[in-house]
């Protein structure tokens, strides 16, 4: 295809790094490595697209995301679709084989193979490191802290990283409750749970803390830092009280996913700051 079209950013990350030109991209803030794409032609948001601009580019391929799934029905009335997902209990296998698939599909499969080269050897210098160690995922909304154990949605920290979860993993094909309505009885029987795995956490005492700062995506105020100190229990431990808190870059963890370039660079902080 000549002219394509994502919304998922992790694909977007792979084909730049596989030198394959893309002409329209989801509303999002583009810095670094994919700051070129603050000039491309924007085709609506991470959740919803924008018909009338999409039928003006004319795409010959759509990438739908997680996010954008279900619009997959319309998108199919303008081009093909494809979807390249990785599930957050086995990251890595799919993220090789969606990739390999993406290159072969594009005659790129020499280059994807380098770049997979390049995050597995961060890998196989970082798990030495990590072997035998624990750890806990934290997501930090304002205030709120909610740990992610294997099977959430960040599960996949705990395969990138080589530590092992201070919580039992959960089964990922577990629906998803919908949201209580704040202050009703679920939404309060939630937030005590919550409270608890936390509290379980703590008392586990991982050897690291890996936290994801929610309000800081797209370069806003990191509040995390702030948050976990005057958190009772959480500023308590072991790992926060001696620096073992790994502040994971909340566009590359949240918002892109799993790109060759993006996965590369979180490996490479990830061992240069666990070593």
Do not use: C
Request: hydrophobic fraction near 40%.
């Amino acid at each position: 295809p000549s002219s394509i079209a994502t919304f998922d950013l992790s694909i977007l990350d792979s084909l730049n790094a596989l030198g394959i030109p893309v002409t329209g991209v989801p509303q999002s803030l583009y810095e670094g490595h994919l700051a070129k794409f603050a000039q491309t032609t924007v085709v609506g948001t991470l959740f919803e697209p924008n018909y009338e601009v999409l039928e003006n580019l004319e795409p010959e391929l759509i990438f739908a995301g997680g996010r954008s799934q279900q619009a997959i029905p319309q998108l199919q009335e303008l081009a093909p679709v494809a979807v390249l997902t990785s599930r957050s209990t086995h990251f890595l296998d799919d993220f090789r084989q969606n990739n390999l698939n993406l290159a072969t599909a594009f005659d790129k499969r020499e280059e994807a193979q380098k770049a997979l080269k390049e995050i597995d050897a961060n890998l196989a210098q970082l798990h030495p490191v990590t072997a035998n160690k624990t750890g806990a995922f934290l997501f930090v909304v304002r205030n709120n802290v909610i740990a992610h154990a294997p099977g959430d949605r960040f599960g996949y920290a705990y395969e990138l990283t080589g530590l092992e979860s201070v919580l039992p993993a959960k089964d990922p094909n577990t629906p998803t409750a919908p949201r209580p309505e704040p202050g009703s009885p679920e939404a309060k029987a939630a937030e005590a749970a919550r409270a608890d795995t936390i509290t379980q956490i703590t008392q586990a005492e991982p050897d690291w803390l890996i936290v994801l700062d929610r309000g800081a995506i797209n370069g806003a105020e990191k509040t995390a830092a702030t948050t976990l100190a005057q958190h009772p229990e959480i500023s308590q431990t072991e790992a926060f009280k001696a620096g073992r808190v790994y502040y994971a870059d909340p566009n590359g963890w949240y918002v892109i996913g799993g790109g060759l370039d993006n996965v590369n660079n979180i490996t490479v902080d990830l061992l240069q700051a666990m070593q």
